[in-house]
């Protein structure tokens, strides 16, 4: 009986719907887990009105209409289905230097000095004042109306040349000598701010608007540079406490051979079970004792004593670096700790890049520990500057919070696809081998 062979149709490949099945999974979770990064991205483009209108919106738009043939931005209102319209107010760009602190020539000062108090970001201007004594005073404002007010909430008010010659109003300081004053940006008024109007809905006019002043705007108010220096000295130390100390134990279970070696490998591996809560409190005394606390060594210390799963990661890989080339080595007078050092370590690049990465990434963005052990605002890491800037500015200006938190993630980002390809490297040289 003669069978019939069907001929190969070159082209045509037979789908694999298992395969399809699994790639539409990874893809559609890819996608899932980069909506919450979308939405923190575009936030941190948007103005305040933005961030907070209701139905949200997908990118950094801005609303305009024009005013004496100048287009002026607005925040949008109710809409009035009737008529077609809708109520806008009129928010002009906050001045990028407001609250920044200058010093400046008296002879700059050539304005008449206006003593003011701010209420609900105007100014009002006073006529007479009298000193009740305990840092209180009684105004007569403008309108007639009196008040008491403390001594810091009178300001002397200045509009001053600043700016490529713009005039600027100032809220004068102390002198500091030789005829140098210091100075404040004040919140600079304009005729339009505040303003609303009910306008037909084709006069308002929609602009992709992103907001890059969000950026050092967030980060100034974070003390941002003193966070990331310390972030930074807290990271790299542990990135290398880490790799040598799990290296090295990792090395000894791998090559030497001495009575009871499996039953401690295997009793390491079991406080990976251990939860942390654990240890935290029995820690916190410890370090205590020791007269650490708000330094940065508690969090640096425990790194320098070695990881279970980083010790099996480099244990699996140095079992499968072939006998031979150790032996060539000790031929050639290498001690053990040669060996490990000229040797091992140098082919276990892969697994140094993955212990590197993780343990970048899990210090960097450690909370619970800075938390716990330091205190002082000149401590902070990025972590703890970025939940204070939460606490203070966290609903006011949430496109400032979203900004901030993206450029304190920036680096994890970078370097995940920066150092990707290792990812598959050390998974291939410390698989389930040895």
Request: proline share 7%; net charge neutral; hydrophobic share 45%.
């Amino acid at each position: 009986m003669m069978t019939t062979i069907s001929p190969y149709k070159p082209g045509k490949k037979r789908v694999d719907g298992h395969t399809v099945f699994v790639y539409s999974l990874l893809f559609i979770g890819a996608l899932l887990l980069l909506v919450p990064f979308y939405w923190m991205l575009s936030n941190s483009l948007k103005t305040e009105a933005e961030a907070k209108h209701t139905p949200p919106t997908l990118l950094p738009m801005a609303s305009y209409i024009e005013i004496e043939g100048k287009p002026l931005e607005v925040s949008l209102g109710q809409k009035y289905k009737v008529d077609k319209t809708i109520r806008v107010t009129v928010k002009m760009p906050e001045h990028p230097d407001v609250g920044k602190t200058v010093r400046v020539p008296q002879a700059d000062i050539t304005s008449p000095i206006v003593a003011m108090i701010e209420e609900d970001g105007a100014y009002i201007s006073f006529s007479q004042s009298k000193d009740l004594g305990g840092g209180m005073m009684q105004i007569t404002l403008s309108t007639g109306e009196i008040r008491e007010v403390t001594s810091s909430q009178v300001l002397a008010v200045t509009p001053i040349d600043y700016d490529d010659g713009h005039p600027t109003l100032f809220s004068l300081g102390e002198e500091v000598g030789d005829g140098i004053r210091k100075a404040t940006v004040l919140k600079q008024p304009h005729p339009f701010d505040g303003a609303q109007y009910r306008m037909a809905e084709s006069d308002v006019q929609r602009k992709l608007t992103p907001r890059w002043g969000n950026y050092p705007k967030s980060l100034q108010r974070m003390n941002f540079t003193g966070a990331l220096a310390n972030t930074t000295v807290i990271t790299v130390l542990c990135v290398i406490g880490q790799i040598l100390s799990s290296s090295l134990v990792g090395f000894g279970f791998a090559r030497f051979r001495f009575r009871g070696r499996n039953f401690l490998f295997m009793l390491m591996l079991s406080t990976m079970m251990l939860p942390p809560q654990v240890s935290m409190i029995p820690l916190f005394i410890l370090f205590r004792n020791l007269g650490m606390i708000d330094t940065i060594w508690p969090l640096v210390i425990p790194m320098w004593l070695g990881s279970p799963f980083y010790v099996f990661m480099f244990r699996q890989f140095f079992t499968q670096v072939p006998e031979e080339l150790v032996e060539a080595a000790r031929i050639d007078g290498a001690s053990n700790t040669m060996i490990y050092w000229r040797l091992m370590l140098p082919l276990s690049g892969p697994v140094i890049a993955i212990v590197s990465i993780y343990t970048f990434m899990f210090v960097w963005n450690d909370f619970l520990g800075p938390l716990i052990y330091l205190n002082s605002p000149d401590q902070r890491t990025l972590t703890l500057a970025l939940n204070a800037f939460n606490g203070n500015y966290g609903v006011s200006d949430v496109q400032l919070l979203m900004a901030a938190s993206f450029v304190t993630m920036l680096p994890c980002i970078l370097l995940f696809f920066a150092a990707q390809r290792y990812f598959v490297q050390s998974t291939a040289s410390s698989g389930l081998k040895g």
